[in-house]
């Protein structure tokens, strides 16, 4: 095993990453359909199980984004692609906060700016899983 002086950027994030990070997309995409649902029958439980499941999302995209964070840190060079990842994450991660706090009303209050928020985290959540879950390299070893 040989030890390099200078670390990169991983190319994949690691297997805690990697699942944290797979799992937001589900999670945000369950919030989305529960307000789907919601937005078609007003059975106020869809709107329960979106608050949760979106709750959900950000715990896993948070700790994910805290990943990202330290491998960014670590990362000898810092511009490009590490940069961008992070930048999504924590995008999908604010406005993923501030899907919440809208789903935090009065279920008839929700509609229609919960809905058009969870379609943008949803979407947020997607992009940053497929640049995560793909070859990062930042400058260093290939």
Known sequence: MTVTAHPYYRSTPGPLHA?????????????LLSDIAYYKTYQIQ????ASWLIAG??????????????????AERKAGRPVGYFLLLLATWVLGLVNAFEH???????????LALSVVVTLLACVAAWVGLT???????Q
């Open 57 to 74: 999302g950000l715990l896993f995209c948070g700790l994910a984004l805290l990943f990202a964070l330290v491998n960014l840190i670590r």
């Open 135 to 141: 070859s990062l390299r930042s400058g260093g070893e």
């Open 104 to 114: 935090a009303k009065d279920a008839w209050a929700v509609m229609p700016q919960g």
């Open 19 to 31: 699942v944290l990070l797979a799992g937001t997309v589900p999670l945000f995409l369950g919030g």
């Open 46 to 49: 869809w709107s329960n199980f």
